[in-house]
Each structure stands twice: as C-alpha cells, then as structure tokens.
C-alpha cells in the first residue's frame, strides 16, 4: 500500500523525492452511547481501515492538499500565510484547522508541504474520517516541524480544530480513540476528566463485523440536541435530591431509589438509559479483561434494547438491522452505534459460517426496508502512527 501511494503522490505532485507516509485509523464505540455528555464512560476501539497521509516539506510556504477521494477537486492550494476557512477548500479545510490550531498554541512552522490523503473508511458509515484526517495532519505536521508533542494534548488540540474551526461541538472520543488506540484492545475512557484504561479484545474464532443501514442519519442532529435537553432537565430535578455533577454520578440503584423525583417521565427514561449504559460499559470493559466475550455481546443487545426503548434514538433501520443480528445463533452481540437514526452497527459474529451469517442477514434487513445492507470485516488496529515503505 505505502508504495503505491507513493507512487500516486509522485504522479500528482511531479516530483521524484520520496515523501513520508503516515496511518491514521478510524474508531467504532463497541458500548457507551449517549454517555460522554452525561458525565460517564465511553469504550471505542482503533480500526484497521483509516486515512493515509503521504506528504513532503517544500521550501516555500505553500501548503497543497490532494486527496485520491475527491480526485475532481484537484489541488487544493494555500500558505501558511492564509489558514482561514473557506468553503470551496471542502474536505482540506479538516488539516488546514488542524495547523490553524497549532499556530494558535504558538506551534509555527515555516515550510509548506505537498500532501496526498488516501482514506479506505467506508463513506458515511460513521466511523469517523474527519478526526481520523485531523490526526493524520497533526502527526505529520509535528514529526515535520520537530516539535515533540505528546499525544494527548494532540488529541485535544484536534478536537479543538473540529469544534472551534469546522463548527461541529464533537466530543473528544473520536479523537482519542485515534490517536489512542492500541492494537487488539479497546480503551475505557472517561471523557470528562480523560482518565482511560485499555482492556484486550481476544476474539479467537469471532469477528468483529460493522454493517451499514445506509439509511442517512436525517434526525441525528436535532434528537441529539433534545435528548441533551431531557438529560439536562432529569439532572436538574435530581440536584435537588442528590449530590451529584453528571447523571453518571449515579448507579442504577442509586437512580431507581430516586426515579420519582424527575417530574417529566420521558427525561426519566433519558436518565435511565444514561445510567445503565454507563454501568453496562464498566461491566463490559471488567468482562473483555477476563475474556468473556459472551457477556459482552449480551452487554450489546442490552445497549441496543436501552438506547430503542428508553432513549428512543434508534429508528427503524438501526432496529431492523440489529434484530436481522439477534435472530442469528453465530451472533454474540450487535448494537446501533453512533448518534442513531442510521449509520452503523457493530457486530461481534462467529468466523465459522460467516459468509452465510451475512447473507441472511442482509437478506432479512432488505425484506424489512427494502435497502441493501454492507458489511465490513475489520481488526482491531493501533493509533495515528508513522508507517515503513513495506507496508503491504
């Protein structure tokens, strides 16, 4: 793979020097939704699939972003000297933030680069590719301008570049989960004060399996918002009986002993969900360090079931999908993840039969919606990193 990006990056920017290559993964959360804004846990794991950067320093100051993704957009051109947003500089206004935001912490380079991006994420499919390219970018950038930064502050500062100079109030799981992550593990995280520890994925004889309504998430901003709101309004009236900063604060006795004193039964459910899936996400991180992936996959479905039933941010398609899962012996555990209103689930699936699995599967999803179903077979991979010229 390195060298035919190479080769390709030689080919658009008509140079024979060889440039450096760098993989940046994407992230799939395996439990933990709706959690990160109410004060409790998320557990995201790296993905073999991501985004390359292939770049080199120039001389001058000009900074020039092509990527093999986009190929009718061209070159896109800029300096060091013009890191404003603009509108028609499209997907390279995600690195151009990133080196905005460095500049910002008084982290200024004074060459340019050329830089070819190549991404195998799947398009849509919520896997996260905007925080996988800002990672690519800062990693690049720092190793180019020997600054030294450590990770977490990296990670930080691309999360700042989405929030403050893409305009998206993103959370910062997307971002560490890349920049974090550890081959063949998963890492609990909580994002509030980003204490983390990571728990191994052992799946011998099990895959883990996304598979994509492709159902455009429609809703996903505006329900996103009012279950903040519901959230907000629960948390409010428990103040006024407990000492607590975050619904997570509480566990699920805690809460039930509690319940009545949320006037509106709807935020009720909203907390509810809050609180189980922060404790089903400390019991599914405590049953991956003792390699009970049966329980985990049953975590899964309960997730699926609490964020359908409780937090209502499911649709049709997610549950269509999930349930065309459940309904299969080989299927440990499979759940919505994401925002919900489509995208992705995640699936851990038996290897022996697979193929067949799939394809009953998608068959059932596609007599419920009428929509073909993709599914992708990754691994589990190691954070942003430089990579060698023999990478296959």
């Known amino acids: 793979m390195s060298e035919k990006l190479i080769s390709s990056f030689q080919e658009v920017f008509k140079t024979n020097e060889r440039p450096k290559v760098y993989l940046s993964p994407g992230r799939v959360n395996l439990i933990g939704e709706h959690t990160d804004y109410n004060g409790g846990y998320v557990f995201p794991c790296a993905l073999s699939v991501g985004t390359y950067i ?132 998963a890492v609990l995280l ?42 907000e309004e629960a948390l409010a009236d428990l103040q006024k009986a407990v000492s607590i900063q975050n619904l997570c604060d509480l566990s699920p006795e805690e809460f039930s002993a509690n319940r009545q004193v949320i006037k509106s039964d709807t935020a009720a459910r909203r907390a509810k969900h809050a609180v189980d899936e922060n404790d089903r996400t400390i019991k599914a991180h405590q049953a991956l360090k003792e390699g009970d992936v049966s329980a985990f996959g049953q975590l899964m479905n309960d997730s699926h079931r609490s964020l359908r039933d409780d937090y209502e941010v499911t649709g049709d398609h997610l549950d269509a999908l999930t349930e065309a899962a459940w309904k299969e012996e080989t299927v440990l555990g499979a759940r919505m993840t994401g925002a919900g209103f489509g995208g992705c689930t995640v699936n851990l699936i038996k290897e022996e039969g697979l193929e067949e699995t799939l394809k009953r599967i998608a068959d059932t999803y596609k007599n419920r919606t009428g929509i073909e179903t993709e599914f992708y077979v990754v691994d589990i991979g190691d954070g942003t990193r430089e990579i060698g010229n023999d990478l296959d």
């Open 54 to 185: 292939v770049i080199r320093p120039r001389e001058d100051r000009k900074l020039r972003f092509y990527s093999e993704n986009f190929p009718d957009l061209g070159i896109i051109e800029t300096s060091l000297d013009n890191l404003d947003y603009e509108e028609s500089h499209d997907w390279a206004n995600y690195p151009k933030g990133v080196i905005y935001m460095f500049r910002e912490d008084g982290f200024t380079g004074e060459k340019g680069f050329d830089a070819y991006f190549y991404g195998d994420i799947p398009n849509g499919a919520g896997l996260s590719s905007s925080a996988s390219i800002e990672l690519a970018m800062a990693i690049a950038w720092d190793a180019q301008n020997g600054f030294g930064m450590d990770r977490i502050p990296m990670v930080q500062l691309c999360q700042r570049a989405e929030n403050r100079y893409i305009g998206v109030n993103c959370g910062i799981m997307d971002q560490f989960a890349i920049g974090m992550g550890k081959k063949d593990h």
């Open 190 to 231: 909580d994002c509030n004060t980003l204490d983390y520890s990571y728990a191994p994925v052992k799946l011998e004889g099990v895959k883990l399996v996304l598979a994509n309504t492709n159902k455009r998430r429609g809703l996903a901003d505006s329900k996103y918002n009012e279950r903040r709101r519901e959230c």
